[in-house]
């Protein structure tokens, strides 16, 4: 348990809000592609 609270915390430090040229804001996830393939293997 305490692995996935720690997993979905650094997710969500990589959260950022955006800012779109019609004004309005949405999510992006910065993550790479290394690190999505591992959290997807962790749900697995």
Do not use: A
């Given at each position: 348990?305490?692995?996935?609270?720690?997993?979905?915390?650094?997710?969500?430090?990589?959260?950022?809000?955006?800012k779109?040229?019609?004004?309005?804001?949405?999510?992006?996830?910065?993550?790479?592609?290394?690190?999505?393939?591992?959290?997807?293997?962790?749900?697995?």
């Open positions: 348990m305490d692995e996935l609270k720690k997993d979905f915390s650094y997710i969500l430090d990589k959260v950022k809000v955006v779109s040229g019609f004004g309005k804001k949405y999510l992006r996830l910065e993550l790479n592609e290394d690190e999505l393939v591992k959290f997807r293997r962790g749900l697995h």
